[in-house]
């Protein structure tokens, strides 16, 4: 059952002079791995961050650098929690976490859907 959805879009270039005017952002937002790819793939990451977020309905509990976005062999992007955030979201009953991410024409932009198991009532 679907319980949250997220959108997010980023301005690229504003992004990145925020990260130049205030590199100590990335240590704040950005898991070491992640804090080593470019500019417009760190942008369509918060945004998917931040589309979590508003999937989720709000940050209560989740802390930037614990929401990684991994992808699988195909390319395909996912979330990997750690730590108190992946605690946080399992008791949110979140099982699953759709992500879709994008960038171009100096834009990121990323869309969440957060699932939970149906109740049993739902399946009957």
Request: neutral net charge; hydrophobic residues 45%.
């Amino acid at each position: 059952m679907i319980v949250g959805i997220g959108v997010d879009l980023v301005d690229i270039p504003r992004f990145e002079r925020t990260i130049s005017r205030t590199p100590r952002l990335l240590e704040r937002l950005f898991s070491p791995k992640e804090r080593l790819l470019k500019p417009h793939s760190l942008a369509a990451r918060y945004a998917a961050k931040e589309a979590l977020i508003k999937a989720l309905g709000g940050s209560d509990g989740l802390h930037w650098t614990e929401i990684e976005i991994a992808s699988e062999p195909s390319g395909r992007p996912l979330f990997s929690l750690t730590g108190s955030t992946a605690a946080v979201v399992a008791a949110r009953g979140i099982t699953t976490l759709h992500l879709s991410m994008s960038h171009d024409a100096g834009l990121a932009t990323a869309y969440v859907v957060a699932e939970s198991a149906p109740t049993p009532e739902e399946s009957a």
